[in-house]
């Protein structure tokens, strides 16, 4: 069990200042982020687009804003959780007890929801004769390349992961590449390398066509595909892979008592915190009238949210607000010399 | 100013009237249609707007932007019909249109 004055939900920009802000005010921290990195949305939407509206920064592009505002964490030693949901959060006489999707629990008073959208999950196949095949024979990410050695494999996708995927494993099992139509989202270079492996006959390449149905008894045997003009086919195999991308979901956030409004939390605008003690949120995830969906905007709930904790976490103590050009503590925090 | 139409998977439809420069999915979501989620706000970068548009209306509307289709890779159940409704201008010429939505969003 971790003991902690504040628990961040989300590692996005929003989640990493939120984080600078509790430290600032001398309170401890902990992140968990179910992307196994750092950035949110930033990383895994828009690495590379440039950003225009983050103030005094006239353009970056997501990763140098990530990687801006780490280096701006660096002073505090801040743990993450990374590649882990908050799946449960109860309270515990004045605490909240969550617990995590790889089981770590935490005790805290505070918890800073700064989930942008939800969590990212891979979009899945949608014929419902999949589920009963999902993590054994059908999957969407690959953790041990070798259960497919010598073994049939059929990737669904048009974009770098099923690609880079079915040039790696064409090296010991036999690929069927299949994809909704004749033109991939992938590098250059790998799209040339599948077509140059298609026509050598060692990928086979199926264009135009999607998934209808699977089959199979204990596991999966045979997957079914039709393509534009209706026409199916029939085809062995032992596993399915589906590389569609990311979707977002709420997910559990949904299941907590909170009061939603589509997919966003409604707060106040003075902590930002729900219809719930101790329950904030922060950035796109949160809701009031006004709102706007700008990183600006979740940089100043954040900044909030975490001087509402400071009441929680420290009862018995008042909060002295201090700019961080004059005050002592705050500099002996940040580990830099006074004047 | 152009009516658009959406129809649910399940066949409710909805038609509202949707000013001149806005998009399909702005039409929907400022009349509270439900099927559209519209994550991301208009920004392609996701794929929660996606419709279904038939062939009578395909071609009049105006065609898909660079990277839609890639974008559309990543939706539910994506056909040869479908359109992310953040990439379609209302103007007159397309009052009448119909919009499919599908089995789900996310």
């Known amino acids: 069990m971790i003991k902690t004055d504040a628990l961040i939900i989300g590692a996005g920009p929003t989640g990493l200042f939120t984080a600078h802000q509790l430290k600032l005010i001398g309170l401890d921290c902990e992140i968990v982020d179910n992307l196994d990195k750092i950035g949110g949305q930033c990383i895994e939407l828009y690495p590379d687009k440039p950003i225009y509206d983050i103030p005094a920064i006239p353009e970056c592009t997501g990763e140098e804003l990530t990687n801006n505002l780490l280096k701006q964490l660096k002073p505090f030693n801040i743990k993450f959780h990374l590649g ?23 005790e805290t008073p505070n918890v800073i929801i700064a989930g ?35 073994k049939t494999v059929s990737i669904f996708g048009g974009g770098d992961s099923a690609l880079d995927w079915a040039l790696e494993l064409s090296k010991t099992s036999k690929i069927n590449l299949i994809h909704r139509r004749d033109e991939f989202r992938a590098a250059q270079a790998t799209v040339d390398k599948v077509k140059e492996l298609s026509n050598a006959g060692k990928i086979n390449l199926i264009t135009n066509s999607q998934l209808k149905t699977v089959s199979g008894n204990g596991k999966l045997e045979e997957i079914e595909i039709e393509n534009d003009n209706k026409e199916t086919k029939r085809l062995k195999t032992d596993f399915a892979l589906g590389f569609f991308g990311l979707i977002m979901q709420l997910g559990p956030i949904a299941n907590w008592g909170l009061n939603l409004n589509k997919k966003t939390v409604e707060v106040d605008t003075e902590k930002f915190e729900t219809n719930q003690k101790g329950i904030y949120a922060v950035g796109d995830i949160c809701n009031y009238p006004g709102k706007l969906k700008l990183i600006l905007s979740g940089f100043h709930e954040g900044a909030l949210a975490a001087r509402a904790c400071f009441k929680l976490a420290r009862p018995n103590e008042k909060y002295r607000f201090e700019f961080t050009t004059s005050s002592k503590t705050i500099k002996n925090r940040l580990g830099v010399k006074s004047d | 100013m152009a009516k658009i139409t959406y129809i649910e998977n399940n066949g409710t439809s909805h038609t509202v009237d949707v000013a001149e420069g806005l998009t ?33 209306w395909f071609d009049k509307i105006n065609k898909k932007s660079e990277g839609e289709d890639d974008m559309i890779d990543q939706a539910y159940e994506p056909k040869k019909s479908s359109r992310l409704s953040c990439q379609i201008q209302v103007s007159p010429e397309i009052d009448g249109l119909e919009v499919h939505l599908p089995g789900k969003q996310i």
């Not at chain 1, 882990?84 to 935490?106: A, Q």
């Not at chain 1, 059908?138 to 390349?145: C, F, N, P, Q, V």
């Not at chain 2, 702005?26 to 991301?40: L, M, R, S, Y």
């Open chain 2, 24 to 56: 399909v999915m702005e039409g929907a979501v400022q009349n509270n249609i439900p099927g559209i989620d519209a994550d991301c706000g208009g920004g392609m970068a996701c794929a929660t707007c996606h419709v279904y548009v038939k062939d009578e």
């Open chain 1, 116 to 150: 942008g959208v939800g969590s990212f999950e891979p979009r899945k196949f949608s014929p419902k004769e999949c589920e009963q095949f999902e993590n054994k024979t059908i999957l969407y990410s690959i953790k041990d390349k070798k259960i497919f050695d010598g």
């Open chain 1, 84 to 106: 882990e949901r908050v799946d449960e959060l109860k309270k515990d006489n004045e605490k909240w007890k969550v617990k995590t999707s790889k089981g770590t629990e935490f």
